[in-house]
């Protein structure tokens, strides 16, 4: 369990959750499977539904007849809920941080502090890997990924640089690509410029933010009246978009008003501000420092099947 992945925020999100004993929940982003126990130990009966699309959290899987594990991306969740007869549930969890086995397994390309092929797939019978947007994408491309993605200041000199060593050779594995990339990171700031690079790539390769929308989108019509929407974000654009669904209802964060011009938004947000780590976890998992917990409770008449 801890050497898969160590689970951040596990206490506060699954309180933010309100699990009841008899209710059915889904924790849309399985991993190491911590989240799950967590939710399972405070309910003595009801459904738990699991969802991950890494075969390697399916070893995970907890022999427990209250749970259902579904190896599958958690942008299909009400289509494989229903399909499992579970048409409303009481709260739905998603932990969006890549787990730390991914980091610390080094063939799987997640992270540049080993030397492997650039892959990124969270589900690796999924065709598309970083290598290849690397090396198939425009220069136009790939400067608007690592800007809309990575928030990269210079991506338009990253996009160059690549392309210019594409042009010698592919870009294939972690070391050709910190080479490709030297000329535009900054001095003593190297590691956190390959983070950001690192960071549009994965999203692009696994459709993040997509598959984050349709999850949104689809937890309105899945909670009860009075069900819990609890998510754990790690970069900005996660974050936005979770605030403003919370919000709004949209991941646009447009506000709209009932015939009386009030403002009105399906969700009562529980969390006016983000929660965050605490100095001890930061301290005992570094991985914890960017995590932000948002919550937000359906609220009357909002509920739909």
């Known amino acids: 369990m801890a050497a898969y992945h160590i689970p951040v925020l596990l206490h506060e999100s699954v309180d933010a959750l309100c699990v009841k004993a008899g209710g059915t929940y889904i924790d849309a982003t399985y991993g190491g499977g911590s989240h799950a126990r967590e939710i399972l130990r405070r309910m003595p009966?009801?459904?738990?539904?699991a969802f991950d699309r890494d075969a390697d959290a399916d070893a995970n899987r907890i022999d427990d007849r209250r749970l259902t594990f579904i190896r599958n991306d958690f942008r299909y969740i009400r289509s494989l809920a229903r399909y499992e007869g579970v048409k409303q549930v009481d709260g739905i969890l998603a932990d969006l941080g890549v787990s730390s086995h991914q980091f610390d397994t080094p063939e799987r390309g997640f992270s540049f502090r080993f030397e492997a092929t650039l892959d990124m797939r969270m589900n690796r019978q999924s065709t598309l890997t970083a290598a290849q947007v690397l090396n198939m994408y425009s220069e136009s491309r790939l400067q608007m990924l690592f800007?809309?993605?990575?928030?990269?200041?210079?991506?338009?000199?990253?996009?160059?640089?690549?392309?210019?060593?594409?042009?010698?050779?592919?870009?294939?594995?972690?070391?050709?690509?910190?080479?490709?990339?030297?000329?535009?990171?900054?001095?003593?700031?190297?590691?956190?410029?390959?983070?950001?690079?690192?960071?549009?790539?994965?999203?692009?390769?696994?459709?993040?933010?997509?598959?984050?929308?349709?999850?949104?989108?689809?937890?309105?019509?899945?909670?009860?009246?009075?069900?819990?929407?609890?998510?754990?974000?790690?970069?900005?654009?996660?974050?936005?978009?979770?605030?403003?669904?919370?919000?709004?209802?949209?991941?646009?964060?447009?506000?709209?008003?009932?015939?009386?011009?009030?403002?009105?938004?399906?969700?009562?947000?529980?969390?006016?501000?983000?929660?965050?780590?605490?100095?001890?976890?930061?301290?005992?998992?570094t991985r914890a420092r960017s995590a932000k917990l948002r919550v937000a409770e359906v609220a009357a008449g909002s509920s739909s099947q």
Do not use: W
């Open 45 to 49: 009966k009801g459904r738990l539904l």
């Open 147 to 285: 800007k809309m993605y990575g928030e990269v200041e210079n991506a338009s000199k990253a996009a160059r640089c690549i392309v210019n060593r594409r042009h010698r050779e592919p870009v294939e594995t972690v070391g050709e690509l910190v080479e490709a990339l030297r000329p535009c990171m900054p001095r003593q700031a190297e590691h956190k410029y390959l983070a950001t690079i690192f960071q549009a790539l994965r999203i692009e390769v696994n459709a993040e933010m997509q598959a984050l929308e349709r999850l949104l989108v689809q937890s309105l019509k899945l909670l009860k009246e009075g069900g819990r929407l609890v998510v754990i974000t790690y970069h900005s654009l996660e974050d936005r978009m979770v605030k403003n669904f919370m919000r709004t209802g949209n991941v646009e964060g447009q506000r709209t008003k009932d015939f009386y011009g009030q403002e009105r938004s399906p969700f009562t947000v529980v969390t006016k501000k983000a929660v965050v780590p605490k100095e001890e976890e930061i301290r005992a998992n």
